[in-house]
């Protein structure tokens, strides 16, 4: 099985500082609008596992699509990166919105004490920008989905917030293709991700380990962003690929003719690095926290695929 890692490139990335029993976690809708009753039910569970739980102004509010105005948002969640005794942030939901406000945020609070941000789909634009910056940040379930949510999506997000250890396994899959790899994990939602690049918040994939997973796309559109991560020589970049749910996918009329499996495999026919399918994060139940910016070791085998924290 083959080994890679030695072209890894990797800065030194900012971890922020464990959860403890008492600290303040800070809830905010910086995208679309959420039910209160979603809200209600994880500030209960949070408050069961010991922690506070402040909510954002606009938290359950609604203008038009979003939880408020494009301002009201970002100075909802410009409060929870200001507030000292904030330890994290916990974005109630994705949809869209969150890069109609990433530039106008300030960071300087941010930079100066890392905290948590947490959160999946839209909220990679913030992943984006954090991967930037150097700082980690959590792959995980939101609000909107805790009700729903695996107990393997609530504990590792809960593991990930606190500084225990846990490593992620994934399925057998015929897709799987096998070897080792190490370097920073970094992704996120693909469509995302392909809006991003070519702007200031598309990072440095050199030596990383790139996840991406993505929902009610058109298998052509998934093509499509394929082949921009080609153009953008993204492919040629990374030491290994690890693919999440590629959830509700639709077809055209006339078939397309080929699953998304086969897609990535054209694309990575030339690399002989590690890639792992049907990984157990994005947008399904059992939605795993990641941790983007740590240095991590991926296995693939024909039986499975397993990631562990460095």
């Not at 970049?237 to 003719?257: A, C, H, K, R």
């Not at 399904?284 to 397993?306: K, Q």
Request: with cysteine; net charge negative; proline share 3%.
């Amino acid at each position: 099985m083959a080994t890679f890692g030695s072209q890894s490139k990797s800065m030194t990335t900012t971890q922020p500082s464990p959860l403890q029993k008492g600290d303040l976690i800070y809830i905010t809708a910086p995208a679309k609008a959420i039910e209160k009753e979603h809200v209600d039910h994880a500030v209960n569970l949070l408050e069961k596992e010991g922690f506070r739980v402040l909510l954002s102004e606009h938290c359950t509010g609604q203008y038009h699509y979003f939880s408020g105005t494009d301002e009201e948002r970002r100075s909802d969640l410009q409060f929870g990166l200001d507030h000292p005794e904030v330890k994290a942030i916990l974005c109630g939901r994705g949809g869209y919105g969150c890069v109609r406000i990433v530039d106008d945020l300030q960071w300087a609070g941010m930079l100066r004490e890392p905290k948590w941000l947490i959160g999946f789909s839209d909220i990679t634009v913030f992943h984006q920008r954090l991967q930037r910056f150097g700082i980690q940040s959590i792959h995980g379930t939101m609000v909107l989905n805790f009700k729903e949510n695996s107990d393997e999506a609530i504990r590792t997000m809960l593991q990930a917030l606190r500084g225990e250890d846990y490593n992620l396994n994934g399925p057998m899959s015929a897709y799987n293709k096998p070897g080792i790899s190490t370097g920073e994990l970094v992704g996120g939602n693909l469509s995302i991700l392909y809006s991003l690049i070519g702007t200031n918040d598309q990072i440095d994939y050199s030596g990383k380990i790139l996840f991406i997973e993505d929902l009610a796309e058109h298998i052509y559109h998934i093509d499509r962003m394929l082949y921009t991560f080609k153009k953008a020589g993204i492919w040629e970049q990374i030491n290994g690929l690890i693919v999440g749910g590629m959830t509700d996918l639709e077809d055209t009329t006339v078939p397309f003719g080929k699953r998304v499996e086969e897609l990535i495999h054209e694309q990575l026919a030339f690399r002989n690095i590690p890639v792992a399918f049907d990984f157990p994060a994005g947008h399904i139940n059992d939605n795993r926290a990641l941790i983007f910016g740590r240095m991590c070791e991926l296995t693939v085998r024909n039986d499975g695929s397993h990631l562990r924290w460095l």
